[in-house]
């Protein structure tokens, strides 16, 4: 166990929809990640949060929007679903974003559009 | 532009046995941190090992060992006395400064079946 906790584990919506995946990092990371994982793209950073403030920006389509909250979980917002989007969601923190910060996965958000 | 290669798509390994995993990386970084994970058919991805740029000893933890060789660009995972749940598919990453530190960026990764 990660101590990294993701919600839902498993979500089946229909296309044009919209969900939100929700994250809680590991006690006392400040830094947390989304990624993408999918059979044609393999594993693909999306964005990055520290301590409230976004870092990163990777590969994140228009549709898709994040934040972290006050209390340090974030959720990764999904619009206008389209069959494409369906992947594997993976949220990680790690307590800042040095070099040697060791990065942890949570166990995934598994996502299908129908 | 950083990139990870792992050449190996998949592998057969028998139990007992020690199994090298390939990673090179090409990166105009001179820090950087080279990351090993595991993610077993359930679909977690779990953390294994961690070697930075400047570390002069080779990273090990329990029976996972990296090897690295900086001036070939190589960080290759050696599993010793390989069991059947090591049965996994297996990624090797890395982080520099010029993608930001908090982005890791991953290699294709290699599937390893253990048979007994």
């Known amino acids: 166990d990660s101590g990294v906790t993701q919600t839902p584990k498993h979500l089946i919506t229909a296309t044009g929809q919209r969900v939100t995946l929700r994250c809680s990092p590991r006690?006392?990371?400040?830094?947390v990640y989304w990624y993408q994982q999918s059979l044609d793209q393999g594993l693909q950073f999306l964005i990055q949060y520290y301590n409230g403030e976004e870092r990163a920006k990777g590969n994140i389509l228009e549709r898709f929007s994040a934040q972290q909250f006050p209390d340090l979980h974030s959720e990764l917002n999904l619009s206008s679903l389209e069959l494409g989007d369906s992947a594997l969601y993976f949220c990680?923190?790690?307590?800042?974003?040095?070099?040697?910060?060791?990065?942890?996965f949570g166990e995934g958000s598994w996502l299908t559009v129908v | 532009a950083q990139k990870i290669t792992q050449t190996q798509p998949g592998m057969f390994v028998q139990e007992k046995e020690a199994v090298t995993l390939d990673c090179t990386y090409d990166?105009?970084?001179?820090?950087?941190?080279l990351f090993w994970y595991k993610q077993p058919s359930s679909g977690e991805m779990i953390f294994l090992i961690y070697?930075?740029?400047?570390?002069?000893q080779n990273a090990t933890e329990g029976r996972y060992s990296l090897n690295f060789q900086k001036a070939r660009k190589s960080a290759n995972l050696v599993i010793s006395a390989s069991q059947l749940g090591d049965s996994a598919m297996y990624f090797c990453a890395m982080r520099g400064r010029t993608d930001s530190w908090g982005k890791l960026q991953f290699g294709a990764g290699t599937q390893v079946v253990v048979t007994p």
């Open positions: 990680a923190s790690s307590v800042g974003d040095n070099l040697g910060n060791t990065i942890y």
């Open positions: 990166t105009s970084d001179q820090s950087y941190g």
């Open positions: 070697q930075g740029s400047y570390d002069e």
């Open positions: 006690s006392g990371d400040l830094s």
